[in-house]
């Protein structure tokens, strides 16, 4: 098999876990295999699950109901997230023989950013439904395990501290385009400020897709005040508080019930500042009411997004594509990059899978890198992704999970079992390195 000169087979510095052990550049399926029977043999089975279905049923326990349900839940009868484990149920693994495979790296650069393995997390919003340590948790998770982290703009810590809790590595910022042009610009130069490697464009969210559990459930986290740290944070948005409080705030239109004093509570605690001021004051509702006049932008165009090219010299990714057509409208306004997504199947119910979009995007686009997410549970995945012309895989809701059962040890422990797979799965299937994993590697039924 010759390698893909595309894809770059450098180590990436080992990364060091928040325990003490430190997770080696080579052979890591091997290491946590081993760490994992070790511990066996002395009584101590894994704090966090590593079959994906036990992992999603210990955090069902972990979570609240609507807390669950909003990570958990899809849009409409969510066959588009069942379309996602279907359309990398039907790519089958071909494996080639007597290749040696005693030393693997799973390490690559993508973006000119170096990656311990081509795998990042993906942008997850409102954390601190699964950790009160939200996205800081999180970060420190891709830290100890060497993958970047794609930091959401509804994350419940702002961009700055995400980044403080973890110098120097490696982040990317997703950005909701919002109806306010003056807090996109706002979003984007604190995201450059703050050291981010890219601004990914998210184009499938002008507006909340049908989401029945949370409809069930009557709940919003963003209008309890959560998921709002990237906004409370900023400048611009908070100048719009404030207009909006002085011209007095409406008070409901429906009759409170009773859990309308915990979603008061919920806002001041969620607001900056002491809690008991915010209860006192009009802040905490005028912020919730802001936010839901600006968060999206339906009149948003492909003409639009020029105007990021003016504002910032980061890399430009999109994500949300689909469609080759779309893939070549993208490679001509000149972005760095596309990521396949269906928003995990949250946007829209009946949507094509992620991996089934992923190969046609690919094809049309081949100077461009190209990562996908959607549905990966696991290393497998993830090496079937890359075989389909994948520069980067990525991992969402198994890390928020892992996030929900342990803090940052569990997210960590829940990356670390999707790379020990990855690193397993391409020693079995004759790949030394990611370079190695070729189309010839798969058939789709």
């Known amino acids: ?30 290491w946590v295999q081993s760490r994992v029977y070790l511990n066996g043999a002395m009584g101590r089975r894994p704090t966090v699950p590593v079959a994906p279905a036990r992992l999603e049923a210990a955090a069902r326990r972990a979570m609240s109901r609507r ?27 071909v ?51 060497g993958v970047p982290m794609m930091v959401s703009t509804q994350a419940s810590r702002p961009m700055e501290e995400v980044a403080a809790a973890a110098p120097g590595h490696p ?27 890219a601004v990914v464009v998210t184009l499938d969210t002008q507006m909340l897709g049908w989401r029945p559990r949370d409809l069930d459930l009557g709940f919003l986290p963003f209008a309890r005040g959560l998921g709002m740290a990237q ?11 404030r207009r909006r409080a002085a011209g007095g705030v409406p008070g409901p239109t429906v009759r409170p019930g009773p859990g309308a004093i915990g979603t008061l509570l919920s806002m001041a605690r969620a607001y900056p500042g002491s809690t008991v001021e915010n209860l006192r004051s009009p802040l905490p509702r005028a912020a919730v009411q802001s936010f839901l006049d600006v968060f999206a932008q339906p009149a948003l165009t492909w003409s639009d997004l020029a105007r ?38 949250r946007q829209i119910d009946g949507e094509l899978g992620a991996l089934d979009a992923l190969p046609d995007v690919v094809q049309a686009v081949p100077e461009l890198p190209v990562l996908v997410e959607g549905g990966v549970r696991g290393g497998a995945d993830v090496l079937k992704a890359l075989a389909l012309g994948a520069r980067a895989v990525g991992l969402g809701r198994p890390y928020a999970y892992g996030l929900a059962v342990a803090g940052r040890a ?3 422990e829940a990356v670390r079992h999707v790379l020990a797979e990855l690193d397993l799965t391409m020693a079995l299937t004759g790949c030394p390195s990611v370079a190695d994993v070729e189309p010839e590697l798969v058939r789709r039924r």
């Open 1 to 30: 098999m010759t390698a893909q000169p595309t894809r770059s087979t450098e180590t990436a510095p080992a990364a060091t876990s928040g325990d003490s052990d430190t997770q080696p550049a080579r052979n890591v399926g091997r």
């Open 67 to 93: 807390g669950f349900a909003y990570v958990a839940g899809a849009a409409g009868a969510e066959s588009t997230a069942r379309a996602n484990r279907a359309a990398l149920d039907r790519v089958r693994i």
């Open 95 to 145: 494996p080639r023989r007597l290749v040696d495979v005693s030393s693997r790296s799973t390490a690559t650069t993508v973006l000119g950013t170096p990656m311990s393995a081509p795998v990042y997390l993906a942008p997850i919003g409102v954390l601190e439904m699964a950790h009160r340590e939200a996205d800081v948790a999180a970060v420190g998770a891709a830290a100890d395990t």
């Open 171 to 197: 982040l990317w910022f997703q950005l909701y385009w919002s109806s306010n042009e003056d807090l996109v610009t706002s979003f984007v130069g604190r995201a450059e400020r703050a050291g981010y490697g």
């Open 231 to 241: 906004y409370t944070s900023d400048p611009v948005f908070r100048d719009l508080v």
């Open 308 to 345: 990021l090219r003016e504002v910032t010299t980061l890399p430009v990714l999109l994500k949300g594509v689909m469609h080759p057509d779309d893939a070549l409208r993208a490679r001509d306004a000149g972005v760095d990059g596309i990521v396949v997504s269906n928003h995990g199947g």
């Open 410 to 412: 569990g997210a960590r």
